[in-house]
């Protein structure tokens, strides 16, 4: 069911706001409406406009808190506003001191990083670096060729230069190395060396001894300076550690203080000399009488109900509220839309046809039992409503498997209670022979045709729409034609004697007149008739082919519920297989092993297809036919709040 609500506006001093929220607002539920938006027709309002102080250090206590383990940590209450913005100021202060000191020593890291980098290819180079890089009769050049150039400046090239070309690491595409040249002729043999695409590359004048031991100091560097960056980032971390208890309770004090903070965006200002707030939402009627009674010991708050509220512009959000039993089929109305607030909540409606129509496609005593055990552990362990669901659904494969007498696909284990649903057969008038799961079925799915017309029905008189109330294929109208074609099949079913003709013409003929008429009736009733585009021809062209349309659909719609007939044979017949691949026909002794794994298999991939076939039928077939599923969702700040923490 859903909860009736009441729309309330709340008033008070400005300076009074942050203890209403902190007093009120986190005890009852309230789900918020933008006040200047309910209030437009209200003169003098201007929006709650100031900057939230507490977010930025929420983002900090954010940031912190995600560097420890607060799962087992307690929310401290009796913390203060300044405690929890002073611990949150020191640590953030103390944190980013020891970053920076590790930031620094990290960009030395790079730096030292990038140095042994350029060095690392010349470590061959057993010559002092320093004295190589202060050369003055001498040009020098550290650099690399790729191979396929360094061949061809051998055997070309080098013999007619004045230059030595030291060699010194080599991988498959380049070979490093130091070239001399004379200074005098340096210009004139840098040029070809670039000829033969020679990379140049420039060495800091910082480098001491041999290439070799610079590379060895270097790398020594780089040890040393990881390790106080590891030590840094121990103290940093052992900070946090500490302080955690303190950093959590802060983080939550400022979570609540940031939240609250955040709901004047949905309040108003008054103009006048003192200027008050008005905050607007929706409140279940209990709790707004809980509320209203409460504050009439509060002197700085006002509260007014709907019934005062000259005009309500948002629509009344939606608040399920069901037994414990049905709580978890919520989820499926929840998938296809939530129910509008003077809309027919369908929960328990899908509960029980949802876990019934599961159980007859799916009749297992042995199975059954299976998913009642592995959905209800789910459901306590996990908590997952669907685990509940497959629950629900396997006690209904049980009681269907002790009216068809099949026990992990035995049928000779126990007596059918009522058939077996692979040799059951009736006599249908006009046909003959059917399977009598198959006809039970189509009986079944006309009853709740039936029944989800009389939803429409109510839903349209709780919307005050008389047009689909009368007229609608799923109103008065089509739940008399229908209800008159199940009443003639029964009839024939039963051998009884068909009513006058008079009668069939009252019962067929007008319903499906006034069905076509809807339109025209329905623009006439809103003052928008206009004149059909094609004359009276095209109206009775186009209401000739929408009956037809209709009749099609009630057709269509009933042969659906085969599949619940055709679930239950195809089940027993998948069975009988298992057990014939197991060898247990005529009395043999079976194979357990393919008993077992046949049964899990059957159940596991079965079990998934009826369930969503299932659910085809309650989306398309019933749910169609009255639910819209429009409504959007109470969400109260409590429970927001909570959700912050």
Not at 225 to 231: F, G, P
Not at 268 to 281: K, N, P, Q, R
Not at 333 to 342: F, K, T
Not at 458 to 472: A, H, L, V, Y
Request: aromatic letters at 14%; hydrophobic letters at 45%.
């Amino acid at each position: 069911m859903i909860e009736k609500m009441q729309f309330v506006s709340i008033m008070g001093p400005e300076n009074d706001f942050d203890r209403v929220i902190d007093t009120y607002l986190t005890k009852y539920e309230i789900h918020l409406e933008n006040a200047l938006t309910e209030l437009k027709d209200v003169v003098d309002l201007k929006p709650y406009i100031s900057t939230n102080p507490y977010k930025q250090l929420f983002t900090r206590a954010t940031q912190l808190i995600r560097l420890v383990d607060v799962s087992d940590e307690a929310y401290d209450e009796s913390i203060t506003n300044e405690e929890a913005i002073q611990i949150v100021t020191d640590l953030n202060k103390e944190f980013n001191l020891l970053k920076e000191e590790t930031s620094s020593l990290e960009q030395e890291r790079n730096r030292l990083k990038t140095s042994l980098a350029t060095i690392e290819p010349f470590r061959e180079l057993n010559f002092d670096v320093s004295e190589i890089l202060h050369f003055k009769a001498v040009k020098f050049r550290f650099g690399r060729i790729s191979k396929e150039y360094i061949e061809k400046f051998d055997k070309y090239v080098y013999d007619t230069l004045n230059t030595v070309f030291y060699r010194c690491h080599s991988d498959d595409t380049y070979v490093w190395g130091v070239c001399f040249v004379p200074a005098s002729e340096s210009s004139q043999i840098d040029a070809v060396y670039k000829s033969m695409h020679f990379e140049r590359i420039y060495l800091p004048d910082e480098y001491e001894g041999t290439a070799d031991e610079a590379a060895k100091k270097l790398e020594q560097q780089i040890i040393d300076l990881n390790t106080k960056i590891a030590q840094a980032t121990h103290i940093r971390m052992e900070k946090i550690e500490a302080a955690k208890s303190k950093l959590y309770s802060a983080y939550m004090k400022l979570s609540i203080l940031s939240h609250n903070f955040d709901i004047r965006k949905m309040a108003a200002l008054t103009e006048s000399h003192t200027t008050f707030y008005i905050l607007c939402g929706w409140m279940t009627k209990e709790q707004a009488i809980e509320f209203k009674k409460e504050l009439d010991n509060d002197e700085d708050v006002y509260c007014i109900g709907e019934d005062e509220h000259p005009k309500i512009f948002s629509k009344p959000p939606t608040k399920l509220r069901n037994w414990k039993i049905f709580k978890p089929f919520e989820m499926f109305v929840r998938m296809y839309g939530l129910p509008s607030y003077n809309e027919f909540d369908p929960t328990v409606f899908v509960a029980l046809t949802y876990a019934f129509i599961f159980g007859w496609m799916f009749g297992d005593v042995g199975q059954g039992l299976l998913l009642v055990i592995l959905g209800f552990s789910i459901y306590h362990f996990k908590k997952w409503d669907l685990g509940a669901i497959i629950g629900y659904a396997g006690i209904f494969s049980t009681f269907f498997g002790f009216m068809f007498g099949s026990v992990f696909g035995f049928e000779n284990v126990i007596d059918a209670v009522w058939i077996h649903p692979v040799s059951a057969m009736s006599n249908v008038p006009f046909i003959g022979k059917l399977n009598t799961v198959f006809v039970v079925a189509i009986g079944f799915g006309m009853g709740l045709i039936l029944l989800t017309m009389l939803f429409n029905i109510i839903n349209s008189i709780r919307n005050k729409d008389k047009i689909t109330t009368i007229f609608d294929t799923n109103g008065l109208a089509g739940f008399a034609f229908y209800g008159s074609a199940v009443l003639i099949i029964g009839l024939l079913m039963a051998g009884k004697t068909l009513p006058a003709t008079a009668v069939i013409i009252v019962m067929f003929v007008i319903p499906l007149i006034l069905i076509a008429c809807k339109e025209p009736i329905e623009h006439k009733l809103s003052k928008h008739h206009s004149k059909e585009e094609g004359g009276i021809g095209m109206t009775i062209a186009q209401c000739f082919f929408e009956l037809f349309e209709v009749l099609l659909s009630y057709f269509s719609n009933t042969l659906s519920f085969i599949r619940i007939g055709a679930f239950a044979v195809s089940h027993a017949s998948m069975m009988e297989v298992v057990l014939m691949l197991a060898g247990a026909e005529n009395g043999a002794t079976p194979n357990w092993i393919v008993i077992v794994l046949g049964n899990l298999f059957v159940c596991g991939l079965e079990g998934l297809v009826v369930g969503i076939q299932v659910l085809r039928l309650e989306y398309y077939e019933l749910f169609s036919r009255f639910y819209k599923g429009t409504g959007r969702e109470f969400k109260p700040y409590s429970s927001l709040n909570t959700n912050e923490k």
